[in-house]
Antibody, heavy 121, light 110 residues
Framework: QLQLQESGPGLVKPSETLSLTCTVSGGSITSGSYYWGWIRQPPGKGLEWIGSIFYSGNTYYNPSLKSRVTMSVDTSKNQFSLKLTSVTAADTAMYYC?????????????WGQGTLVTVSA | QSILTQPPSVSGAPGQRVTISCIGSSSNIGAGYDVHWYQQRPGTAPKLLIYGNSNRPSGVPDRFSGSKSGTSASLAITGLQVEDEADYYCQSYDSSLTSLFGGGTKLTVL
């Protein structure tokens, strides 16, 4: 059974770069036509798609975040990563990694448990 | 900016039927793109509830059903149970090259 687990610093200073990693277990990150994605949820608010990446490296980003987002895949570690630059308090959120099941923008299943990132000095 | 609009809250008594709407536009739901629904219980990650407008993943009770018409979609829950109390989100693709989520609806079981 495929499982995803987020990891990374829980506290990031304003103007710095947020870096998170998602480790995939129970299956290979390269098997099938698999995309991988990131979604975030500010405290008490709704979900926002950040972007998706194909295992070969093709990326698809939310236009509203595109200038600050970089996603990558490390097939040797069965991991994919998110970098978000120039963070502000508005980037404080629970960050989830998930698998878009039928293309970069499709339904997400499964999800990781999420990791809370707070942007504060 | 393209958005999917959901009612902030709905409520119902155990055993009743409730519906949650998701209103989009001609650039997303109205363009024929699929709608998916998620259930998020407090303190947990979202869980896929309905995909492709009306399909249930294995393990989701048939009390949950989805439909789509024109520029909107709906999630219906029949035989409401206490454990259905959660936040529900719709999701669809938008032709502005983004995946959209609705603002979420909090379901309270009275």
């Amino acid at each position: 059974q495929l499982q995803l687990q987020e990891s990374g610093p829980g506290l990031v200073k304003p103007s710095e770069t947020l870096s998170l990693t998602c480790t995939v277990s129970g299956g290979s990150i390269t098997s099938g036509s698999y995309y991988w994605g990131w979604i975030r949820q500010p405290p008490g608010k709704g979900l926002e798609w950040i972007g998706s990446i194909f295992y070969s490296g093709n990326t698809y980003y939310n236009p509203s975040l595109k200038s600050r987002v970089t996603m990558s895949v490390d097939t040797s570690k069965n991991q994919f990563s998110l970098k978000l630059t120039s963070v502000t308090a508005a980037d404080t959120a629970m960050y989830y990694c998930a698998r878009p099941k039928s293309g970069a923008y499709s339904k997400f299943d499964p999800w990781g448990q999420g990791t809370l990132v707070t942007v504060s000095a | 900016q393209s958005i999917l609009t959901q009612p902030p809250s709905v409520s119902g008594a155990p055993g009743q039927r409730v519906t949650i709407s998701c209103i989009g536009s001609s650039s997303n739901i109205g363009a024929g793109y699929d709608v998916h629904w998620y259930q998020q219980r407090p303190g947990t990650a979202p869980k896929l509830l309905i995909y492709g407008n009306s399909n249930r993943p294995s393990g989701v009770p048939d009390r949950f059903s989805g439909s789509k018409s024109g520029t909107s979609a709906s999630l219906a829950i029949t035989g409401l149970q206490v454990e259905d109390e959660a936040d529900y989100y719709c999701q669809s693709y938008d032709s502005s090259l983004t995946s959209l989520f609705g603002g979420g609806t909090k379901l309270t079981v009275l």
